[in-house]
């Protein structure tokens, strides 16, 4: 099947880059699903090896390479990361949110210490005040387009690891920060290394979890501590900078790093041809004139094809990809509104409401609320899916169902809440009021955030991590900018007007979820990564037939073989 581009050329400069995309996606595409797809194949060996062969071996995939065995997996394999028990599985689930809640927590870690600092080192602009959440979201931007791609390169656990362990380094330089210029420095690079979780757990869960009831499950889970992180830390730092000082809120965050790296430090590679390429190296040595390679290994890219393919294929699936671009766009918006409620909930509940920062903190906990609902919501819709696909009904054989509903559920009530909170944030109405709008600006924001990104780990399966850090890239990139206007924004539309505004350009969104439903399947069928995994699969899947059927006559025919 030809890939082309197809549609008007507006200048020859611009038909020249989109072929370059459409070809470079078309070859990224062909080329992982290629190696995925041989590290999965279920085979016997086809000939005679000049030595023992291990019992995890399987041939090569090519009759005329008889020099050469290419290892994969076999049928229940104890190492494919799929076969592991669901006790380990669910250890690695515990460890990425664990980790998840370090990096998220920080992002919001100063909300409520930003006045201490100014008062210490002298800063009266508002538009630098923001910066110590802002500047933190800016890494997040940056991190997530080298995290996810190599971790698809080169395996999960050790980019993981280590920007977790360079994480703990820049927490502990903010605590300790000299001034608000370096304080702000560490900060940023705080958020590129907070980003390697945020990045990769997707890929992680995508590795461990082979249907998409376990894996749509975790996902819910991964979101969950992703929106609860964020949430403690007005309390932590409200707390802190009233009592014992804002440099304690590192202290804390960098003492719960350090209890988080020890499940982190023993949680496995889950990555499967960077276990295959490991069990290739381990043969080897056990075996010196075993002549073996991992897949891996056979699809090696140098630092040209690594630069212009791996590390810019988050970026070509925002350019390409109408799925990746418009769930961006959505999640960026709900995103954005999300952090600037730091900035919102100060003016409505200590300005008018004159709470405490510690109080204040505290309210936060009714969008954890509404965030928890969201989760038995999820369970008793993936429940009812999943009875109606065991019935057979029609309606459960277009992909868009298995997700979106929840988006669309999720999308109106995440608006409502925005009216909710604007409207009734007065002197003359109790605290309760705007406080509870919390609760469904949480069940929102959350349903969204599972339905989407579980559309996009579905629909994307082996580039999962690089859909999910294309999405969490333009997300980043708006809850870095909005901020910066939320106090200006609020002073002069006033909160009713305020959060009328963003409640109005989230209903406009709420379409993005519809649209898929109604034209999901035709425009997956014009993606490039989509029609080439489509592809390569039918064409992997014959070759894989054609493979164990001559292995099982091959077997045969030594068999019946007379000894000599």
Known sequence: MSLRHVGPILNPEIDSLRQIISDADEKDARDRYREETADNIVGARSHEQRYQPHPWQTPSLSPSENETSIVAWNENDPENPYNWSKTRKIAILITTMINIINSTMGSALPSN????????????????????????????????????????????????????????????????????????????????????????????????????????????????????????????????????????????????????????????????????????????????????????????????????????????????????????????????????????????????????????????????????????????????????????????KQEEYRRLPLACLGGPVFSISMFWLGWTARSDVSFAAPMLAGVPFGLGFMLIFIALLNYLTDAYEIFAASANAAASCCRSLLATVLPLAATPMFKRLTIPGACSLLGGLSLLMCVIPFLFIWKGERIRAGSKFCIALHQRKLEMQQKVEIQRQRALQQQQNRTDKPPQ
């Open 113 to 396: 210490d930003v006045q201490a600092m100014t008062k210490e080192w002298h800063v009266t602009s508002t538009t630098q005040m923001v910066l110590p959440v802002s500047i933190y979201l800016v890494g997040y931007i940056v991190g997530p387009l080298v995290w996810a791609p190599l971790s698809e390169q080169y395996g999960r656990k050790m980019l993981v690891l280590v920007g977790f362990m360079i994480f703990m380094v820049w927490t502990m330089a903010c605590a300790l920060a000299p001034s608000w210029s370096a304080f702000l420095v560490f900060r940023l690079l705080t958020g590129i290394f907070a980003s390697a979780p945020m990045a990769v757990v997707s890929g992680i869960l995508a590795d461990i979890f082979g249907s998409t009831v376990t894996r749509g499950r975790a996902m819910a889970m991964f979101m969950a501590m992703t929106v609860l992180g964020p949430l403690f830390a007005p309390i932590v730092s409200g707390y802190c900078s009233s009592t014992i000082g804002w440099r304690w809120s590192f202290w804390i965050a960098l003492i719960y790093a350090a209890v988080s790296l020890i499940p982190l430090a023993l949680m496995p590679e889950t990555h499967g041809p960077v276990l295959l390429q490991l069990r290739a190296v381990r043969m080897r040595k056990q075996d010196p004139t075993a002549n073996v390679v991992a897949p891996h290994e056979q699809e090696k890219k140098g630092l040209h094809e690594l630069l212009a393919i791996v590390l810019t294929r988050p970026l070509r699936m925002i350019a390409s990809e109408p799925v990746v671009s418009c769930v961006s766009v959505y999640l960026s918006l709900v995103y954005a509104i999300f952090y600037m409620t730091f900035t919102a909930f100060p003016l409505v509940f200590e300005d008018i409401y004159r709470f405490s920062p510690g109080v204040e903190g505290l309210i936060f906990l009714a969008i954890g609320a509404g965030t928890f609902l969201a989760i038995p919501i999820f369970y008793a819709y993936d429940s009812y899916l999943h009875a109606a696909m065991d019935r057979g009904e029609e309606w459960t």
